[in-house]
């Protein structure tokens, strides 16, 4: 043994023995002379088919009898002590799954400066053997594919035990090339697992052989000389230099502490985090492979792709740390920050929204260190005004607190919240919880005297549990280590920015003959039908005069003929711009006969505001720097590509001498109107004009009218859209036109009817528009016009038709969602008592809306069980007397369709054998429905809706 010894160290290598003290033969001179120290190999063992099969002929120790596993250890440490005084400086610990730690601890224990390596392949479970005192542990890296997890968790158990040393081969019995696949090249296989040993351990294992890439299994029991000869002969390969190579670089690289995962076992690449290194491998021995982006969070330059089999060691760049962000200890820092106040909701950047009259809540999280009882404010004060109100805040229900406040006028207020330590809440709460107790609460009452700022004999413990006094001291005052948030934003507008029903009609077509040119006067004689149909807004496409040059003709044609009319979004010729009226329609005079007879019909005018001109409007030819010039000399015409419109330009917001004045000129077009005496605006297509554009010209105007409104027709992107709502825009045009099915619409009214949306996006239920046509009703005909109507009157607060709806209009150019021979290129007289139409139903719906508050918000709104995809169910609580509008819609406009319901008895406190009270809103019958298990039948014959009121009587 001593020459063994002596050999291994003349050529720089240390002697090492395997050693096994679960086993022994059953016939060695140890088990004769204590035969009581052994036992049957796995006694009491349950077969594990994880393990390989014990070898016949093997006894172990009894470790289980504490003074034999006592005698064992000593009789191996006496043993091991005559191996290390010999020379051997090591030993590989077999048996692991048998003996247990305490043996190992008692063993290494008594020699310093031997290395005990804990053989660990095939351990299911090596937590155990932590702490033990093993130098070394050996991970099963001769399986890994390079791409699996488990290898990564089985490094991390063994890190517990010891650092890991990586095997690129299984074991002298089970090669590695029994495990290739058969195309594989053996060579090249056998070098990558060496590569990734050499990169993913604390040292390398490697079994004889494996130089020579043999697949001859090495018996230790067995082998003799001519095995290694034999498999020299017969090698694939020599690969004695790459593992020389392997050994330096391991000997290069600093100590692994951790080995991690950058990336999925999907990807191409697999990139190892090992201490202050990345390890990159291609697990592909035939292509190359990429990264990818992992490593651009870690290096500046991931170099070229990894070759077929390459393990790549890079060292990320140094992580740099920034100095500062201090704060100074400041008396302010200590007491204003003590209070934490989160989660302001509404809380944005952007004002957000509500009506007058309406409850108006605000919540925030309010919570701080230790017990003490707290106390908060919502700071409210009009736009106008520089003295805050307070109103307390109630909680806390697990540290969220509310006010609520409703706003008396029309326009912008500011809130903010306000909490500190209630110093009088305080003392109230723990004297009565001490007086409760039954404790002597004399000295309380003393502090409580000096919280008072008085002296008082007679003082009692009610007198300073009151009500009175609890209430006098809120007044008081004191607001300890006080914390307040920034100043939030709500605008309380009109109700007819939330509730309103609109009607569209071009004024040129307000006539009995196409011949003709309808005014503003002939539109006078059809606001008595309008107003009856229960509309509140009647609102015109532009009414300036319309541009000569490129005017489009009929669909839409580049080439116009001489009779036609034009496109009213063509603004502007010699006769006027943005300002002026078309003279076919009338003169200003006549506009102000026209507002007279609406306020006189109950309804409220809404225009147009296009900002797009035509090539002949007054600002081309008087203000020409405001507008884009191609290089030819020729105007920029507005486009969308590949669609071109030529007869429209639109002004340059950004130019050198257009800003500010296109800003300010616009603005001024809107204050003209505004001070004619109109109200609402529509707004084509805001989101192609800048956002801070409408900031400033919405606040402008609101600043001095808080009662104008601003609908933005922008069927856009919804992020956009959504901005443009919190620029300041009152309502919103929005997806129903393009939601059909029970699905669509229960997942898009969920989003616009929850915070966030629903604190700042009022929708607009437009059924149709001058430019879209919806495929729904061009194929759906009476009925489908009936779905749609119900769904939008009902949704809604806010629902609008553009003319022709009434009377199911809705030819269409083939393949396309737009009108044929639309309206927006000529004159379109229609008979609107024609057969079929659907004024009726459109009269009383507006009627419901109007009787029943629950239908005027969007707000509110529950979807219920209806067992029938083609059947959707929701309702709305009316918020003063708590009746409900239960409204069901058949969304097949062709056949009839029945579905039990749910009906929502809970929502009243009901059990589901109750009866309630349900009235027909459209058919006017009253009558019981007993349970909440209801079956409806909708017919598109009919009425393929229906409009309930349930009263909880």
Not at 540 to 557: L, V
Not at 669 to 674: K, M, N
């Amino acid at each position: 043994m001593a020459l063994i010894a002596e050999l291994a160290a003349r050529a720089g290598l240390r002697a090492m023995l395997d050693i096994a003290p679960g086993q022994i033969a059953a016939g060695s001179s140890l088990r004769q002379h204590h035969p009581d120290w052994f036992g049957p190999l796995d006694a009491g063992r349950s077969a594990d088919p994880r393990q390989s099969p014990r070898r016949v002929g093997i006894v172990a120790p009894r470790f289980g009898v504490t003074a034999i596993a006592d005698a064992v250890s000593d009789w191996w440490i006496e043993l091991l002590d005559g191996f290390t005084r010999n020379g051997i400086a090591g030993f590989r610990c077999l048996t692991l799954d048998i003996v247990p730690g305490f043996f190992w601890r008692r063993v290494i224990a008594a020699f310093d400066d031997v290395l005990f390596l804990a053989w660990t392949p095939g351990i299911t479970d090596p937590l155990p053997l932590a702490g033990v005192g093993f130098d070394l542990t050996c991970a099963s890296m001769g399986r890994w594919d390079g791409r699996s997890p488990w290898f990564l968790n089985q490094h991390a158990a063994l890190r517990s035990v010891a650092p890991p040393l990586a095997c690129p081969e299984p074991s002298f019995l089970d090669r590695l090339a029994g495990h290739l696949a058969p195309d594989a090249d053996i060579a090249d296989s056998y070098r990558l697992a060496l590569r990734i040993a050499a990169a993913t351990g604390a040292g390398l294992f490697i079994p004889m052989g494996f130089e020579f890439a043999t697949a001859r299994r090495f018996d230790s029991a067995l082998a003799d000389p001519g095995v290694m000869a034999a498999a020299r002969r017969d090698s694939p390969a020599d690969l004695s230099a790459d593992v020389a190579a392997a050994i330096r670089s391991i000997a290069e690289l600093p100590p692994i502490q951790s080995l991690g995962s950058l990336t999925s076992p999907a990807a191409p690449v697999t990139v190892l985090s090992r201490s202050d290194l990345l390890v990159l491998i291609n697990p592909d021995i035939v292509h190359p492979a990429r990264a990818g982006a992992v490593l651009d969070r870690f290096v500046d330059r991931p170099g070229e792709p990894l070759s077929a089999g390459e393990v790549r060691l890079l060292r990320p760049r140094p992580t740099q740390q920034i100095q500062g962000g201090e704060e100074d200890l400041t008396r302010q820092l200590a007491e204003a920050t003590r209070i934490a106040i989160d989660a302001v909701a509404p809380g944005e950047d952007f004002a957000a929204k509500t009506v007058v009259g309406r409850a108006f809540t605000v919540s925030a999280d309010i919570f701080a260190d230790g017990h003490d009882v707290l106390a908060a404010d919502l700071l409210w004060r009009a736009a106008d005004t520089e003295a805050w109100q307070r109103i307390p805040m109630e909680g806390p229900t697990d540290d969220r607190w509310h006010a609520t406040v409703r706003p008396d006028r029309i326009g912008l207020y500011r809130y903010a919240v306000e909490a500190w330590w209630d110093q009088w809440g305080t003392f109230v709460h723990d004297l009565k919880a001490k007086v409760d107790a039954g404790q002597d609460v004399s000295l309380e009452i003393a502090e409580g005297l000096l919280l008072l700022d008085r002296v008082d004999d007679s003082a009692t413990v009610g007198f300073l549990l009151s009500d009175e006094l609890k209430a006098a001291m809120r007044r008081d005052g004191r607001r300890p280590f006080a914390a307040r948030t920034r100043t939030f934003s709500v605008r309380a507008d009109r109700s007819a920015a939330e509730f309103a029903s609109w009607y569209e009609m071009f004024p040129r077509s307000a006539v009995g003959d196409k011949s003709a040119h309808g005014t503003f006067r002939s539109v006078i004689e059809r606001l008595p039908a309008i107003r009856a149909m229960g509309f509140d807004v009647l609102y015109f496409p532009p009414i300036h005069p319309i541009g000569r040059i490129n005017r489009k003709g009929r669909n839409n044609s580049t080439r116009a003929e001489p009779d036609d009319v034009g496109s009213p979004y063509a603004i502007g010729c010699a006769e006027g711009g943005h300002e002026a009226v078309h003279p076919a329609l009338g003169t200003m005079a006549d506009f102000q006969a026209l507002l007279d007879a609406m306020r006189e019909n109950e309804l409220e005018i809404a225009i147009d505001f296009a900002i797009q001109c035509a090539p002949d409007h007054p600002w081309v030819t008087r203000h020409a720097d405001w507008f884009r010039w191609r290089p030819d000399g020729s105007l920029r015409h507005a486009e969308n590509p590949p669609k071109k419109y030529e007869d429209i330009v639109n002004p340059d917001f950004y130019g050198e001498t257009s800003f500010p004045a296109v800003w300010t000129a616009l603005r001024d077009t809107i204050q003209l109107w505004v001070d004619r005496g109109v109200r609402i605006f529509r707004v084509d297509n805001p989101h192609t004009k800048p956002f801070p554009f409408w900031r400033w010209m919405i606040a402008d105007i609101q600043s001095r009218h808080p009662d104008v409104l601003f609908l933005a027709e922008a069927f856009t992107r919804p992020k956009p859209m959504y901005r443009l709502a919190k620029l300041g825009f009152s309502q919103s045009y929005t997806y129903f036109t393009w939601r059909n099915t029970k699905q669509e619409l229960t997942e898009y009214l969920t989003e616009l009817t929850i915070p966030p949306a629903a604190d700042f996006f009022r929708p607009n239920f437009f059924v149709n528009t001058p430019d879209i046509d919806p495929v729904f009703l061009q194929t759906s005909g009476r009925p489908g016009f009936l779905i749609r109507a119900a769904l939008a009157a009902t949704l809604s607060g806010l629902w609008g038709v553009y003319s022709g709806f009434e009377i199911c209009e809705s030819a269409a150019l083939p393949g396309r969602e737009e009108y044929l021979d639309s309206e927006k290129y000529e004159i379109k007289p229609r008979d609107y008592n024609s057969p079929g139409n659907i004024v009726g139903e459109i009269t009383a719906l507006n009627r419901i809306r109007r009787q029943h508050p629950a239908l005027q918000s969007h707000l509110g709104l529950k979807f219920y069980t209806a067992y029938n995809d083609r059947v959707i169910l929701y309702g709305k609580r009316d918020p003063f007397d708590g009746s409900m509008v239960l409204v069901a819609v058949s969304l097949d406009p062709h056949i009839v369709q029945e579905a039990s319901i749910d009906v929502p008895l809970w929502d009243f406190g009901l059990d589901d054998r109750a009866r309630i009270s349900v009235t027909d809103l459209m058919r006017g019958d009253t009558f019981m429905w007993y349970g909440k298990n209801q079956r409806i039948r909708l017919d598109p014959s009919d009425l393929p809706f229906a409009l309930w009121r349930l009263e909880a009587r």
